[in-house]
Protein backbone atom coordinates (compact mmCIF):
# COMPACT_ATOMS: atom_id res chain seq x y z
CA UNK A 1 0.00 0.00 0.00
CA UNK A 2 1.42 3.71 -0.82
CA UNK A 3 -0.02 7.06 -0.81
CA UNK A 4 1.47 10.69 -1.02
CA UNK A 5 2.86 12.11 2.09
CA UNK A 6 0.27 15.05 2.17
CA UNK A 7 0.15 16.49 5.77
CA UNK A 8 2.94 18.44 7.71
CA UNK A 9 2.97 17.35 11.62
CA UNK A 10 5.09 18.92 14.21
CA UNK A 11 7.25 16.82 15.66
CA UNK A 12 10.19 16.63 18.50
CA UNK A 13 12.55 17.38 15.26
CA UNK A 14 11.40 19.45 11.96
CA UNK A 15 13.44 19.76 9.19
CA UNK A 16 12.41 21.86 6.59
CA UNK A 17 13.76 22.88 3.33
CA UNK A 18 17.31 21.36 4.29
CA UNK A 19 19.96 21.82 2.26
CA UNK A 20 24.09 21.06 2.80
CA UNK A 21 26.57 21.81 -0.05
CA UNK A 22 30.30 21.40 -0.20
CA UNK A 23 33.27 22.94 -1.65
CA UNK A 24 35.53 20.31 -3.85
CA UNK A 25 38.05 21.12 -5.74
CA UNK A 26 36.78 25.39 -6.05
CA UNK A 27 33.08 23.17 -7.24
CA UNK A 28 30.03 23.43 -5.04
CA UNK A 29 28.83 19.88 -4.68
CA UNK A 30 25.36 19.86 -3.41
CA UNK A 31 24.31 16.72 -0.75
CA UNK A 32 20.96 17.50 0.25
CA UNK A 33 18.23 19.82 -0.72
CA UNK A 34 15.22 21.38 -0.03
CA UNK A 35 14.66 17.76 2.74
CA UNK A 36 11.64 18.20 4.74
CA UNK A 37 10.71 15.55 7.68
CA UNK A 38 9.60 15.50 11.08
CA UNK A 39 10.28 12.79 13.75
CA UNK A 40 8.28 12.56 16.63
CA UNK A 41 9.41 11.65 20.48
CA UNK A 42 10.31 7.89 20.72
CA UNK A 43 10.08 6.73 17.20
CA UNK A 44 12.73 4.77 15.93
CA UNK A 45 14.02 6.18 12.68
CA UNK A 46 16.40 4.27 10.35
CA UNK A 47 18.26 6.55 7.74
CA UNK A 48 18.79 3.71 4.97
CA UNK A 49 20.63 4.35 1.37
CA UNK A 50 23.60 3.78 -0.48
CA UNK A 51 27.41 5.13 0.44
CA UNK A 52 27.28 8.72 -1.12
CA UNK A 53 23.13 9.72 -0.46
CA UNK A 54 23.44 12.07 2.22
CA UNK A 55 22.21 10.03 4.85
CA UNK A 56 25.18 10.78 7.36
CA UNK A 57 25.07 14.15 6.38
CA UNK A 58 21.56 14.56 7.54
CA UNK A 59 22.32 13.04 10.67
CA UNK A 60 24.88 15.39 11.00
CA UNK A 61 23.20 18.23 10.49
CA UNK A 62 20.39 17.06 12.81
CA UNK A 63 23.04 16.71 15.51
CA UNK A 64 24.65 19.76 15.07
CA UNK A 65 27.90 18.85 13.35
CA UNK A 66 26.86 19.72 9.57
CA UNK A 67 26.52 23.71 8.54
CA UNK A 68 23.33 23.53 6.03
CA UNK A 69 23.30 26.13 3.14
CA UNK A 70 19.56 26.74 4.16
CA UNK A 71 16.66 25.52 5.47
CA UNK A 72 16.02 24.74 9.30
CA UNK A 73 16.56 22.24 12.09
CA UNK A 74 14.76 22.75 14.79
CA UNK A 75 14.48 20.10 17.60
CA UNK A 76 12.14 20.54 20.82
CA UNK A 77 11.28 24.30 19.71
CA UNK A 78 15.21 24.98 19.33
CA UNK A 79 17.21 25.75 16.21
CA UNK A 80 19.96 23.59 15.79
CA UNK A 81 23.19 25.69 15.98
CA UNK A 82 26.03 23.25 17.44
CA UNK A 83 26.52 19.93 19.28
CA UNK A 84 24.02 19.19 22.48
CA UNK A 85 24.55 16.80 25.74
CA UNK A 86 20.89 16.85 24.92
CA UNK A 87 21.24 14.60 22.01
CA UNK A 88 24.09 12.83 21.49
CA UNK A 89 25.95 10.46 18.83
CA UNK A 90 27.36 7.45 18.62
CA UNK A 91 29.68 6.39 15.89
CA UNK A 92 31.23 3.21 14.34
CA UNK A 93 34.53 3.46 15.20
CA UNK A 94 33.09 3.74 19.34
CA UNK A 95 35.36 7.01 20.53
CA UNK A 96 36.11 5.86 24.01
CA UNK A 97 39.30 7.38 25.53
CA UNK A 98 41.49 4.51 26.07
CA UNK A 99 43.32 5.52 29.06
CA UNK A 100 40.23 5.82 31.00
CA UNK A 101 38.95 2.38 32.57
CA UNK A 102 34.83 1.44 31.38
CA UNK A 103 33.96 3.04 34.15
CA UNK A 104 35.42 6.86 33.56
CA UNK A 105 34.20 6.37 30.07
CA UNK A 106 30.57 6.05 31.11
CA UNK A 107 31.52 8.25 33.53
CA UNK A 108 32.88 11.39 31.47
CA UNK A 109 29.61 12.58 30.28
CA UNK A 110 28.90 13.36 33.65
CA UNK A 111 32.01 14.72 34.73
CA UNK A 112 31.26 17.45 31.98
CA UNK A 113 27.89 17.87 33.83
CA UNK A 114 29.69 18.83 37.17
CA UNK A 115 27.50 15.57 38.66
CA UNK A 116 28.43 14.86 42.15
CA UNK A 117 31.21 11.64 42.26
CA UNK A 118 28.98 9.26 44.34
CA UNK A 119 25.59 10.09 42.10
CA UNK A 120 27.97 9.96 38.96
CA UNK A 121 29.40 6.59 39.67
CA UNK A 122 25.69 5.46 40.51
CA UNK A 123 24.51 6.44 37.21
CA UNK A 124 27.44 5.10 35.65
CA UNK A 125 27.34 1.89 37.31
CA UNK A 126 23.17 1.54 36.54
CA UNK A 127 24.11 1.99 32.43
CA UNK A 128 27.12 -0.36 32.19
CA UNK A 129 24.41 -2.60 34.00
CA UNK A 130 21.86 -2.18 31.85
CA UNK A 131 23.85 -2.73 28.66
CA UNK A 132 24.85 -5.86 29.97
CA UNK A 133 28.89 -5.21 30.78
CA UNK A 134 28.51 -5.88 34.94
CA UNK A 135 32.14 -6.83 35.62
CA UNK A 136 34.04 -5.06 33.03
CA UNK A 137 33.93 -1.64 34.66
CA UNK A 138 37.92 -1.90 35.95
CA UNK A 139 38.66 -2.85 32.34
CA UNK A 140 40.33 -0.53 29.39
CA UNK A 141 39.02 -0.44 26.09
CA UNK A 142 41.86 -2.21 25.00
CA UNK A 143 40.56 -5.28 26.75
CA UNK A 144 37.23 -5.20 25.11
CA UNK A 145 36.13 -7.24 21.75
CA UNK A 146 34.72 -4.33 19.51
CA UNK A 147 31.07 -5.36 20.45
CA UNK A 148 31.65 -4.92 24.39
CA UNK A 149 33.43 -1.15 23.22
CA UNK A 150 30.08 -0.64 21.31
CA UNK A 151 28.37 -1.26 24.41
CA UNK A 152 30.62 1.14 26.50
CA UNK A 153 29.73 4.29 24.02
CA UNK A 154 26.27 3.60 24.46
CA UNK A 155 26.14 3.58 28.19
CA UNK A 156 27.94 6.76 28.06
CA UNK A 157 25.60 8.12 25.64
CA UNK A 158 22.67 7.12 27.81
CA UNK A 159 24.47 7.76 31.38
CA UNK A 160 23.63 11.66 30.29
CA UNK A 161 19.96 11.22 29.74
CA UNK A 162 19.67 12.29 26.34
CA UNK A 163 16.61 12.83 24.33
CA UNK A 164 17.96 11.70 21.35
CA UNK A 165 20.27 8.99 20.26
CA UNK A 166 22.18 9.79 16.56
CA UNK A 167 23.61 6.60 15.72
CA UNK A 168 26.09 6.88 12.29
CA UNK A 169 26.15 3.17 11.27
CA UNK A 170 27.55 1.97 15.17
CA UNK A 171 27.58 -1.74 14.20
CA UNK A 172 29.06 -1.72 10.72
CA UNK A 173 32.11 -3.09 12.00
CA UNK A 174 30.85 -6.00 14.15
CA UNK A 175 30.50 -9.44 12.71
CA UNK A 176 26.85 -10.68 11.85
CA UNK A 177 26.30 -12.63 15.54
CA UNK A 178 27.37 -9.36 18.05
CA UNK A 179 25.60 -7.12 15.34
CA UNK A 180 22.31 -9.42 15.77
CA UNK A 181 22.87 -9.03 19.43
CA UNK A 182 23.22 -5.44 19.57
CA UNK A 183 20.40 -5.02 17.45
CA UNK A 184 17.84 -6.67 19.77
CA UNK A 185 19.72 -4.98 22.73
CA UNK A 186 19.52 -1.17 21.10
CA UNK A 187 15.65 -2.53 20.80
CA UNK A 188 15.46 -3.10 24.41
CA UNK A 189 17.25 0.02 25.79
CA UNK A 190 14.44 2.29 23.62
CA UNK A 191 12.09 0.51 24.71
CA UNK A 192 12.98 0.73 28.43
CA UNK A 193 14.38 4.17 28.30
CA UNK A 194 11.84 5.86 25.81
CA UNK A 195 14.54 7.37 23.31
CA UNK A 196 14.01 9.03 20.19
CA UNK A 197 16.77 6.96 17.56
CA UNK A 198 18.07 7.95 14.08
CA UNK A 199 19.94 5.34 13.02
CA UNK A 200 22.07 5.46 9.38
CA UNK A 201 22.22 2.06 7.63
CA UNK A 202 23.12 0.64 4.47
CA UNK A 203 21.54 -2.65 5.48
CA UNK A 204 17.95 -3.20 4.29
CA UNK A 205 17.59 -6.03 6.86
CA UNK A 206 18.57 -3.91 9.76
CA UNK A 207 16.49 -1.16 8.80
CA UNK A 208 13.37 -3.53 9.13
CA UNK A 209 14.19 -5.32 12.41
CA UNK A 210 14.87 -1.82 14.16
CA UNK A 211 12.72 0.82 12.25
CA UNK A 212 9.21 2.48 12.96
CA UNK A 213 9.88 4.42 10.00
CA UNK A 214 13.04 3.80 7.05
CA UNK A 215 13.72 7.19 5.73
CA UNK A 216 15.58 6.30 2.04
CA UNK A 217 17.33 8.27 0.86
CA UNK A 218 18.70 9.15 -2.89
CA UNK A 219 21.83 10.63 -4.27
CA UNK A 220 20.60 11.24 -7.48
CA UNK A 221 17.06 12.99 -5.74
CA UNK A 222 19.56 14.48 -3.20
CA UNK A 223 16.85 13.70 -0.24
CA UNK A 224 14.44 11.79 0.56
CA UNK A 225 13.21 9.15 -2.34
CA UNK A 226 10.81 7.28 0.00
CA UNK A 227 9.33 6.92 3.63
CA UNK A 228 8.44 3.30 4.48
CA UNK A 229 6.10 3.06 8.14
CA UNK A 230 7.43 -0.68 9.32
CA UNK A 231 3.67 -1.74 11.09
CA UNK A 232 4.59 -5.30 12.08
CA UNK A 233 4.54 -5.64 16.09
CA UNK A 234 7.46 -5.35 17.90
CA UNK A 235 9.80 -8.68 18.28
CA UNK A 236 10.10 -9.04 15.20
CA UNK A 237 11.40 -12.55 13.58
CA UNK A 238 14.11 -12.01 11.22
CA UNK A 239 13.00 -15.23 9.32
CA UNK A 240 9.27 -14.96 9.41
CA UNK A 241 7.08 -14.72 6.73
CA UNK A 242 6.03 -11.00 7.11
CA UNK A 243 9.60 -10.06 7.64
CA UNK A 244 11.00 -11.46 4.57
CA UNK A 245 8.23 -9.93 2.34
CA UNK A 246 9.04 -6.30 4.07
CA UNK A 247 12.53 -7.25 3.24
CA UNK A 248 11.78 -8.14 -0.65
CA UNK A 249 9.24 -5.12 -0.07
CA UNK A 250 11.76 -2.36 0.46
CA UNK A 251 14.48 -4.22 -2.02
CA UNK A 252 11.94 -3.04 -4.27
CA UNK A 253 11.03 0.38 -2.97
CA UNK A 254 15.39 1.34 -2.69
CA UNK A 255 15.74 0.01 -6.41
CA UNK A 256 12.62 1.79 -7.84
CA UNK A 257 12.99 5.64 -9.87
CA UNK A 258 10.84 7.95 -8.98
CA UNK A 259 11.31 11.99 -8.55
CA UNK A 260 8.45 12.47 -5.96
CA UNK A 261 8.78 11.26 -2.27
CA UNK A 262 6.42 8.38 -1.60
CA UNK A 263 4.89 7.00 1.60
CA UNK A 264 5.15 3.28 1.85
CA UNK A 265 2.92 1.10 4.84
CA UNK A 266 4.03 -2.52 5.24
Keep these: MSA???????????IKDLSVTYEHKKEKLTVLDNVCLNIEKGEFICLLGASGCGK??????????EKPDGGSIVIDGKAVEKPSINYLTIFQNYGLLPWRTVL?????GLEAKKVPKKMRRETAQKYIDLVGLNGTEQKHPYQLSGGMQQRVAIAR???VNPEI?????PFGALDAVTRMKLQDDILNICKKEGKTIIFVTHDIEEAIFLADRIVVLDGAQKGIKSIVNIEMPGNRNRTSDDFLLARDKVFEIFHMEQSDMVEYYI
Design 4 to 14: RHEKEETGLIE
Design 56 to 65: STLLGAMAGF
Design 104 to 108: KNVEL
Design 157 to 159: ALA
Design 165 to 169: LFMDE
